[in-house]
């Protein structure tokens, strides 16, 4: 028996769920074999509706944290805590709808940011919290050695045999009073990171990483055969 293909025509709707029909059409490879192909198109207004825009708003969410006031820390780390368990249910919802693949997809590499944006906020602020403790501790060390060289030399009024000795009781207040402001007024970089320029390190790199990532879904897309 030979086979030989003839036309194919479809009657179905072409505007499915997830869904193009773009074409659909009969070949042969050989005189035994009859191949129908339908040629699909990944409809991309439902993947942004259902996983683009809702994660983006908690990247927004996420990043609005960083502007907070430092008064407010408990309830940032709640929310940013509460983001990433969303972040991963929405993570989990969205990946048994998938096919499972050995490789990365695009909406793989967007998840995962999504996952990573709240954890980098929650680390940043708990550090950011932990040096400005610090920073406080250093300076009420600070008053208290100035007021006890305060007390060092007003015992010298009524005691002034011990000039000399009070002297060099000052000059190492003083010294210790100079290291403590020195470590106050001097930055790591990575403190310098955290505290200063962590309000436009993370939005700067989500502006770029949306951008790469719109950049290459586009290209994808209107390339895919």
């Not at 683009?52 to 969410?61: A, E, Q, R, V």
């Not at 996420?62 to 805590?81: D, G, Q, R, W």
């Not at 950011?128 to 300076?139: D, E, F, G, V, Y």
């Amino acid at each position: 028996m030979k086979l030989f293909p003839g036309s194919v025509t479809y009657h179905g709707p072409k505007d499915l769920l997830e869904l193009d029909v773009r074409n659909v059409s009969i070949r042969s490879d050989g005189l035994d074999h009859v191949f129908v192909e339908i040629k699909l198109k990944r409809r991309c207004l439902f993947h942004l509706a259902t996983t683009y825009f809702p994660s983006l708003c908690l990247f927004i969410i996420s990043e609005i944290l960083l502007f907070m006031n430092e008064e407010h820390f408990e309830a940032t780390i709640m929310v940013s805590l509460t983001a990433m368990l969303v972040m991963y249910t929405l993570h989990q919802s969205i990946l048994t709808q998938l096919p499972k693949t050995s490789y990365m997809k695009m909406i793989d590499i967007w998840l995962l940011y999504g996952l990573t944006i709240p954890f980098l906020v929650f680390i940043l602020e708990v550090t950011s919290q932990m040096l400005r403790t610090r920073k406080i501790a250093r300076r009420g060390l600070s008053t208290t050695m100035s007021n006890n060289m305060q007390h060092i030399i007003k015992a010298t009024i009524f005691r002034p045999e011990r000039v000399h000795s009070t002297q060099l009781e000052e000059e190492k207040v003083k010294q210790e009073m100079d290291e403590i402001n020195r470590r106050n007024d001097e930055f790591t970089f990575l403190e310098t990171l955290i505290l200063k320029y962590k309000k436009v390190t993370i939005p700067l790199m989500t502006t770029l990483f949306i951008m790469g990532y719109a950049f290459a879904a586009i290209i994808y897309y209107y390339t895919e055969d």
